[in-house]
């Protein structure tokens, strides 16, 4: 057992702090900027809740974060009361967060300094994922610290594995969501074409998964697609914000990413139709209009 502090009580963070007490036998502490969210978090998990992130971290073995964005991350971590001025020497910070690889950098370069471990960490599997445990989670970091944290955050993982130094994670969530944009655009597009066609989209599917066409999203989301129902998972907003990292950081070392471009534009199409917290799969709306 491990004391551990978690940051953010979002969709994701909220399932993914419950299950390190639950699973993992941890005793947690709990910040969310809604003290409402920390409160119901601890009622249901009976951890305990931190007025700040310092407060959290203060004493942890570990910290795990989720928020939304870089400035968030930063504000966490290193704003005023944030978590790396409570943190102890020779702890480990995890950061779940779907970020920047430059700032998993700056807060290694940090934590570093400060004399604690920082492993980005940022994950795959949406809400039910989450839910489940059984996430995909890509590490970047130290050897010492993803060894340190692994067993941690095997409790919501159904994959962990360190891919390099810190920023690697990130990375690899990049490669992630750019594989992801293209296959849900190919498969909004084929199921528009089988209705054109006056083709049963269900037997389409139902026979095509079977072949080289299948995917995680053939399989978990043609059924609600076809029937014009987009809030079964990650929202365009959220996807549309991964999508711009992934398109800096190719600006950055000179990937060309042209469907992935076309992808996030056919999404801010999907935002001005009021689709802005639409699942990813609503790029089949776009095409229906």
């Not at 079964?232 to 398109?247: H, P």
């Not at 950081?249 to 639409?278: C, H, I, Q």
């Amino acid at each position: 057992m491990a004391k551990v502090a978690f940051l953010g009580l979002g969709v994701m963070g909220f399932p993914m702090a419950g299950h390190l007490v639950k699973k993992g036998g941890h005793e947690v502490t709990v910040f969310n900027r809604t003290p409402a969210k920390a409160k119901a978090w601890a009622e249901k998990f009976g951890g305990k809740t931190a007025p700040t992130p310092q407060a959290a971290a203060e004493g942890q073995d570990f910290v795990m974060a989720c928020v939304g964005n870089d400035n968030d991350l930063r504000a966490i971590a290193l704003g005023a009361g944030g978590a790396f001025t409570g943190m102890k020497r020779g702890a480990t910070f995890v950061d779940h967060t779907t970020a920047s690889a430059e700032v998993a950098r700056e807060l290694d370069a940090e934590a570093t300094k400060l004399g604690f471990r920082f492993v980005d960490a940022p994950v795959s599997g949406g809400q039910a994922g989450a839910e489940n445990g059984a996430l995909t989670v890509m590490c970047g970091g130290s050897e010492d610290a993803y060894a340190s944290a692994e067993p941690v955050i095997a409790a919501y993982a159904r994959m962990c594995k360190r891919l390099g130094p810190a920023g690697s994670g990130q990375l690899t969530k990049m490669v992630n969501q750019i594989c992801i944009a293209g296959l849900v655009e190919a498969l909004s597009e084929g199921i528009h074409f089988a209705k054109k066609a006056g083709l049963d989209v269900n037997a389409v599917v139902e026979t095509i998964s079977k072949g080289a066409a299948q995917s995680w999203q053939m399989d978990n989301r043609h059924k609600t697609m076809n029937d014009g129902k987009f809030d079964f998972g990650f929202a365009v907003e959220w996807m549309r914000k991964d999508l711009s990292i992934c398109l800096a950081e190719a600006r950055r070392n000179g990937a060309s990413l042209p469907v992935t471009a076309l992808v996030d534009a056919f999404y801010s199409e999907v935002e001005k139709m009021g689709g802005k917290r639409w699942d990813t799969s609503s790029l089949l709306a776009r095409l229906e209009r």
